[in-house]
């Protein structure tokens, strides 16, 4: 009974520990000090800036440019606009796609003492989705930059030039950064980076990247930064996504720096209701208090950090970041396992366990992990959510109910098979198995739920069979988990602490009660104090992240973590009840969980169904269509595709990632996009377009016979090789005189250009849309015309 009430003190402490941790600080009122950063000041700047989708090229951003500027000129910054052009290319899989766009850079310098000197910038920026008003993405960090400039500068004249640099377009393609930190002299002069970027709207910021060669950058960081929240984890998985930020270009050209983000409530990311009013203060006072106190330090130092080796680094529980390099992290696996090896001695001393308990306790440890990741799986198809962008809000609506299944079901299962290897019986091999099978059973043959459910039901067979004693069970639970320490600090040293942190705790507990073989109230103590911490370490680890990457089986690396830690205490003597039913029970209330996401209606006025609703004119065939391109269409979108009497059909589009719901419409006369080709007299071909008025976007998808190469995008050099026959997509933001594309062909041939031009407005001549109901919202650019066609050229 004692042992099932440690297990209970230590999950909620964990809990608790857990949620403390993520609590951001409380704002500042306006009235604070000069030199302190206010969220109450800076939610003014998000107010003006972050209020109305501000999307590249738009008015409403061009509103929010002069607002930018007249507050920069207040703070003495004298501001500039930068113009320029910003181009990518990227290739993804076979899709080759390059764009740009024409963009306005906004600048402003407080001059330091030596403005030789390499300058500090304060980086953010100002454009927002089509849609969306931004004001966590991005007003919150323009919002923090100026704030923070604003206190930098009370203090006195700094050592060094501070830049403020907001950004034009990274919405588009981090298309301001890329102009700046190629083009602009100015970027020269920048020497350390501060970016600052959000993925949701509230939440602890996380300095969740740097630049290359951190090692100094991180001991500033350690040394300054105010209860950080960071991991040297989230820095490495990051570099491996697709996602990117601004950060991403002045770090490919060796510029140091610190990368923040908030990634709370993911429903407001690039959604209509990031509003001001749908920001965490809390989170904003979080993102300047921790710039602050380091930019300020960059500001009055004498030197930038220098580029040194990267460091491992991570915040531990009390608000302090432990740093060290990556070789360091071999001490402390060592010391785990000299603290594992001391308990077992000694716990062979008190109770002689077989060495098959532990590898049965290893096998059994891999199960837990590998099996409650099969039942996360199985929750994940459970919910009727398909998988994707738009798809998964069905869970970002009720992120918190989504959460408490996973957490229930993850735990419940790790402590149902901790508690039934007490008795060892095999049936247990059953749950991983029926949630593969049942995966399959919801979305067909199902390779990752039915081979997680085999694997784990295999090692259940192995683990399983007999009663296992409590400390060689442990013994080979955290053998497991050295053995994946020593795995990870093998392979990726910079993130093998998240793994050895909580082994450390686990092998002093071990150490400290015998491998619980020791009976009494300490060493029961001693066990659930340091899993509290260690859980609560791990649930900071474990929230949020797998939400917008939908990979529930994520969680499998914090169960690891628990596993090492709560096992003790979830093994029951003999596997006596009631501690054997605790985990069952978590189950069955995880199971709930899961049927009240699946069964309830989760959007409404506050949290609105994504709707996107077009209407496209092919302006070749001069036919019409309604079309929605939401994957999922309701009562609201079938009204309005079909509102001019035509039925629903499926419509294929090359600018459509799948065919969409569509219904046909009258055609409408409106003017098509300019597209010419000219022979330069040097054998180059520039093919110049523009969107018709109103127009400010333009996707173009060029197809040339004949090998070519792309030498400039506007003005800006590019080389890039156009494979004979291949389609290339090139998107233009901010282009109402247009764009041109220089090409040198190897020979006579033919370019065939695909064009689709958005209207971010209905056409004027057509029914107008149905009202939406308060549990609908316009999505991105919904409610557009889009104009299609083609052009043919020969030369
Ligand atoms: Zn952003």
Redesign the pocket.
Known sequence: MGRLLALAAALIAGVLIAWLGEQPPRPAPASAPATAFSAERAMAEVRAIGSVPHPIGSAANHAVRDQLLARMSALGLQPQVHRGVGVYDRQRGPDLAIGGGDVENLVGILPGRDRAAPAVALMA?YDSVPGSPGAA??AA?VATALETMRAIAARGVPARDVVVLLTDG??AGLLGAEAFFARDPLARHVGFVFNM??RGAAGRVQMFQTGLNNGASVDLFERTAPDPHAASLTGYIYATMPND?DFTVSRKRGVAGLNYAFVGHQFEYHSPTSTPATLDVGTLQDMGQQVLATARDLAFARALPAKTPDKVYGQTLGGLLLAYPPAVGWLVLAACAGLIALGVVRARRLEAFPWSDVARGAAAGLFAVLGACAVLHFARLATGAPFGYLEQRFLLAQADRWETALFLLGLGFLIFAAAELARGRRFIALVPLAAGLGSCALGGLDKVGLGLGAVAALLALAAYGRPVSRAGAWTGVLALGLAIGIAAQLTTPIAANVIAWPLALASVAAAASTLSARRGHAALAVVALLAALGLGWAGGLAHTAYLSLDLPELLGLPLLICAVLLWPLAQPDEGAPPARLVGPALVILGLGALVAVRVNQPYDARHPKATYVGYQLDQDAGRAWRFSNAPVSGPWTRQALTADGGGIVKLSHWAFRQPVEAAPAPFLQEPAPTIELARLPDGALRLHAAPPPGGRTLLLLLNCDTPAVIEQLSGAPEHLALPPGRDVAVRWAAAPQGFDVMLRPGGPGRLRVGYVAVLESWPAGAKPLPRRPPDRMAWDTSDSTWLTGRRSFSW
Request: hydrophobic share 10%.
């Open positions: 920026h993405d991005d960090g990274e919405e970027e959000a930020t």
